[in-house]
């Protein structure tokens, strides 16, 4: 049941994830961008990681990608925005990562080969993921934590700045 | 509870919550015209109840009309999006010690999860629409959303703290002895306001603010799609409230009554507060909604998690 489930939610992971990459209208994009990321959410649930998957939503389907949508809206690309798309994805441009896209595949084939199963048979629970974090991989939290704070300041500067040439008007 | 059992129950929730947001609908509009000093819709039938149905009525046979000059796949979407996400938040809560859909160790991020989809309705709704009001609707609210989201997961993580666990059912287990409105009335009062902000009621409603963007997000939706809007903000209403119930005022606990029927009576004080908010404070101007949330809140939401962390390490010794 669960892999059947799996291969369902992985297939529909696939499908929006092309789509995302093919469509010309941005908002299209974005949307199937945000059911490839639902469906990974899925695929991290019945694999076992229940927390992984919670946040997948909470924090990419739903902050994340909310951001990008607003950014979208901002620029109100329209007609002239799908055509010029439509020019990036015609043809030639296609092969090179293309290519580089069928090298990785054949590398994870490669590798999967010999995996057995999809799910690790234990679910993990927020409390053993919190305690992992906060154990040993501590400096990784911190260094994560430092990088967010950077692009913080770095937001508020240049937040500051517009305020200030406004201010000389 | 079997698995067929758990699906009646499912559906029984759903209906009784689209039923329950019908209902308020005339109910507040009541609520607000006793606050207000004026009557409020009570010509048909007993105290004007049947006005629910007349609405009803009159959307289903409103024309279904899609503008032209709109993204009609987005549009048709949007409204359905709020429905299904704050009708799956439901799943979570627990009404009773055995009464739930779903008790899983991610409860309550679950139930952040499905508020923040939630938002797409109304972003997408305000973007497919291709009009400036509506766009500028949509952008408020992407605004106004993301920032109160914020602290709407940060405000909970001291009940979370004190319980140890994401489960619904645990975190009311553990407040046999004291609810947590009392140690936790910052996170309490926090979360009441990103609750009112997420699901973009007055006086939070800067998304639809009428006078200056005549209905924003949903300007040029009518009929039942505009229905499945208002459908999702009653349901939105009613999800914070037994999440508030759940998380500060004890869920099903109480004596003498049974449980479901202290879950009911606490959730429907909870609506009829909220609907108070919503005659007795004007809506903020939106430089100000900003600067609550950030200057004001947050700041106070991470005082809160301090303070809950500090005291929860000093009990342990």
Known sequence: ???????????????????ALTRTNATHALIYLIVSLLAVAVMFFLMGAPFAAALEVVIYAGAIMVLFVFVIMMLNLGAAGEARERQWLAGRSWFVPGSMAALLLLEMLLVLGDAHGVTSGTAVSPKVVGMTLFGPYLLAVEIASMLLLSGLVGAYHLGRRFIVRRGDH | ????????????????????????????????????????????????????????????????????????????????????????????????PELYVLDINIGLLFFLGMTSLAVYSVLLGGLASNNKYALLGGLRSAAQMVSYEV???????????????????????????????????????????????????????????????????????????????????????????????????????????????????????????????????????????????????????????????????????
């Open chain 2, 151 to 317: 602290f709407m997961g940060l405000s909970l993580m001291g009940v979370v703290m004190l319980t140890g666990s994401f489960s619904m059912r645990a975190i009311v287990e553990a407040q046999q002895d004291l609810w947590y409105c009392i140690p936790q009335v910052l996170g309490l009062f926090t979360f009441m306001i990103a609750g009112i902000a997420e699901s973009h009621r007055l006086p939070f409603d800067l998304p639809e603010a009428e006078h200056e963007l005549t209905a924003g997000f949903h300007t040029e939706y009518g009929g039942m799609k505009f229905a499945m809007f208002m459908l999702g903000e009653y349901l939105g209403l009613i999800l914070i409230s037994c999440m508030i119930t759940t998380l500060f005022f004890g869920g099903w606990l109480g004596p003498v009554l049974p449980p479901l029927v202290w879950f009911c009576l606490k959730v429907f004080a909870l609506i009829c507060f909220f609907v108070l908010l919503r005659a007795a404070i004007p809506r903020p101007r939106y430089d100000q909604l900003m600067s609550l949330g950030w200057k004001v809140m947050l700041p106070l939401t991470l005082f809160n998690l301090l303070l809950t962390g500090a005291v929860a390490l000093w009990m342990e010794g």
């Open chain 2, 1 to 96: 509870m079997s698995e067929l059992g758990t699906i009646t129950f499912g559906l029984l929730i759903i209906l009784a919550a689209v039923g329950g947001a019908a209902v308020l609908t005339w109910f507040e509009r009541r609520l607000l015209g006793i606050w207000q000093d004026r009557y409020g819709p009570n010509r048909l039938g007993p105290l004007g109840a049947f006005q629910v149905l007349a609405d009803m009525l009159k959307l289903l046979t409103k024309d279904d009309w899609v503008p032209p000059f709109a993204d009609r796949l987005v549009f048709v979407f949007a409204p359905t999006a709020i429905v299904v996400a704050m009708m799956l938040g439901f799943a979570v809560v627990p009404f009773g």
């Open chain 1, 1 to 19: 049941m669960i892999v059947v489930l799996f291969y369902i939610a992985a297939v529909i992971a696939l499908a929006a994830t092309v789509a």
